[in-house]
């Protein structure tokens, strides 16, 4: 029961966040695809960066419990369903999260994707037997790898002996600083609206 | 009008700060292929059934549902566990946000301007293109094992590897087709 009311919580704040930061409009994604609007870039790099410095400063003083990371498998067909991801996210501005919050706020061509979505969900439910025979699920880079060994889990490390938490801190760092010097627009014919 | 990101920014790493502090990282995508169990076991009750022998308690003759010790069966079975009830939640909270702040205006509710500027007025065709889109987005979230916010979000701020190869992936195409198809401004 607790896990639920966390579900409601937690899941509730996040659609509320995607839909205030402009991510549940499709123009805002194409616009940051195509670059001549980088607001929402620099909102998600923002966030990536305060999320692991919050992240990795919270297992370093104890607060987090290293047993709540959960780092996925690291293969082939990772970077495949990448480029397919992103073929379709350029197409019409969505992604899975933010085609199910833009068909909640009242978004007819999210409602579309979301069902276009079921069914690409249930293709790859009938064809996973195959797509397992094709050797592209075959893990890569250590698996379920991180950059440097995090105390307290089992994740391999890419960078063996390097404190996976400091490299946490800095990536993060690094993330809020390229969020910062992001221009609002790399199109120079682009009329980008002011990024704050 | 969107928050500055400054702002937006904080508030989204705050939130997924919070899923890591306390339960797990924030996915989306394994979600919809729970729905679409959920739907095919209501037509044909023999895709998830009980099991003895399986990790979880459940298992399919799907191959994709029966993995990992069946763990998508039961959640297919057990509709009402963390992930699913928080990506209903999420859409919930995306409601209210846009209720508050008045609604999608009626011209944008069947394509994005800048969609209008470069393909013109027709739905018909806005659909399609959405439909095909989220036919790809889908099976390749799933083949990747995660979405935007399961990989690339979440991923890279646990500095997963894996997160990493996932977004080189996305921009790598997602970029060059935007550049493409949206030559006009909106």
């Known amino acids: 029961m607790q896990h639920i009311l966390l579900a409601l919580l937690i899941g509730g704040a996040f659609g509320f966040v995607l839909d205030r930061i402009g991510a549940t409009n499709p123009g805002y994604i194409i616009k940051m695809l195509n670059l001549s609007n980088l607001h929402l870039m620099k909102t998600i790099l923002a966030g990536i960066g305060i999320a692991s410095v919050l992240t990795f400063g919270g297992l370093m003083t104890g607060l987090v419990d290293p047993g709540h990371l959960s780092v996925k498998t690291a293969y082939i067909g990772v970077f495949i369903g990448g480029l397919l991801l992103g073929t379709g996210f350029a197409v019409a501005g969505y992604c899975p999260g933010t085609g199910l919050t833009a068909a909640a706020t009242g978004r007819w061509d999210g409602l579309v994707f979301v069902i276009g979505g079921l069914l690409g969900a249930a293709a790859y439910m009938g064809s996973y037997a195959w797509v397992k025979t094709t050797g592209v699920l075959d893990h890569i880079a250590g698996g379920k790898a991180t950059l440097g060994t995090i105390a307290g889990t089992k994740y391999p490390a890419l960078l063996e002996g390097v404190p996976g938490e400091a490299i946490g801190l800095v990536l993060g760092v690094a993330f809020i600083v390229i969020a910062v010097l992001l221009p609002a627009s790399l199109k120079s014919s682009g009329v980008a609206e002011p990024a704050e | ?186």
């Open chain 2, 1 to 186: 009008m969107p928050l500055n990101w400054k702002t937006g920014g904080l508030a989204l790493g705050i939130v997924f700060f919070a899923a890591v502090l306390l339960i797990k990282p924030i996915g989306v995508s394994t979600q919809f292929v729970i729905l679409d169990g959920i739907l095919w076991d209501a037509a044909s009750p023999d895709v998830v059934v009980q099991s003895e022998t399986a990790k979880s308690g459940y298992e399919s003759p799907n191959a994709y549902l029966n993995k990992s010790g069946g763990k998508y069966a039961k959640n297919v079975a057990n509709p009402l566990n963390y992930s699913f009830v928080f990506v209903i939640a999420m859409m919930l909270g995306a409601g209210l946000s846009a209720a508050l702040r008045g609604g999608v205006p009626a011209s944008e509710r069947n394509m994005p301007e800048i969609w209008r500027a470069n393909f013109g007025n027709s739905v018909a065709k806005r659909y399609i293109a959405a439909f095909i889109a989220g036919f790809l987005v889908l099976y390749g979230a799933r083949l990747a094992g995660g979405c935007t916010s399961g990989h690339m979000m979440s991923g890279m701020m646990q500095t997963a590897v894996s997160g990493y190869i996932f977004a080189a992936g996305a921009f790598l195409a997602g970029i060059p087709i935007a550049l493409f198809l949206f030559r006009k401004e909106a």
